[in-house]
Antibody, heavy 119, light 107 residues
Framework: QVQLAESGGGVVQPGRSLRLSCATS????????IHWIRQAPGKGLEWVAV????????FYAESVKGRFTVSRDNSKNTLHLQMVSLTADDTAVYYC????????????WGQGTLVTVTS | DIQMTQSPSSLSASVGDRVTITCRAS??????LAWYQQKPGKVPKLLIY???TLHSGVPSRFSGSGSGTDFTLTISSLQPEDVATYYC?????????FGQGTKVESK
């Protein structure tokens, strides 16, 4: 079955960087766009970014544009979210999710990884 | 960017009640709308896509309707396990904005 698993979360100081990863199985990785969604503690869902199947297109939420970069290596079935200049507002559970296309509903989600930005 | 506004923000209903949640887009999005259910401490689950298509395995008491800017999620007969927060999401083009969520509680 389709599985996604995020890793790389943790506690980081404001202004520092962190890289999240999303490992997948159960589907042909190179055929699916991958999205990142986050959820601050006690808050709603916020769409963050998406990368196309071949990695040539990325789209970002305005709140992270210029600070977050999503990348993928289809030869290694890996996906990363590089986050720089982190602030307390970036504190959240980060989910990777997939739904085949960059513009698609999301039937498959990982369990999420918590990022806490604090001094 | 297109904004997604859900109403109400929360509601309380009895088991067996019909529950309706609305989602309004600030611009037309055709039928490119999905609904998700998130129970406390759990991962969101897809309920409906293309505004009205029930995702595999979702109980038939859930239904969706709408097109353009106005959409509705209906639970025909609320069950105890339906206590959750529900989100709409547009996916016609980036950013794929979520609504702010509607918390459904049981009386």
């Amino acid at each position: 079955q389709v599985q996604l698993a995020e890793s790389g979360g943790g506690v980081v100081q404001p202004g520092r960087s962190l890289r999240l990863s999303c490992a997948t199985s159960g589907f042909t990785f190179s055929d699916y766009a991958i999205h990142w969604i986050r959820q601050a503690p006690g808050k709603g869902l916020e769409w963050v970014a998406v990368i196309s199947v071949d990695g040539t297109m990325q789209f970002y939420a305005e709140s992270v544009k210029g600070r977050f970069t999503v990348s993928r290596d289809n030869s290694k079935n890996t996906l990363h979210l590089q986050m720089v200049s982190l602030t307390a507002d970036d504190t959240a559970v980060y989910y990777c999710a997939t739904g085949r296309y960059t513009s698609s509903w999301l039937p498959y989600w990982g369990q999420g990884t918590l990022v806490t930005v604090t001094s | 960017d297109i904004q997604m506004t859900q109403s109400p923000s929360s509601l309380s209903a009895s088991v067996g009640d019909r529950v309706t949640i609305t989602c309004r887009a600030s611009q037309g999005i055709s039928n490119h709308l999905a609904w998700y259910q998130q129970k406390p401490g759990k991962v969101p689950k897809l309920l409906i896509y293309a505004a009205s298509t029930l995702h595999s395995g979702v109980p038939s008491r859930f239904s969706g309707s709408g097109s353009g800017t106005d959409f509705t999620l209906t639970i025909s007969s609320l069950q105890p396990e339906d206590v959750a927060t529900y989100y709409c999401q547009k996916y016609n083009s980036a950013p794929h904005t979520f609504g702010q969520g509607t918390k459904v509680e049981s009386k």
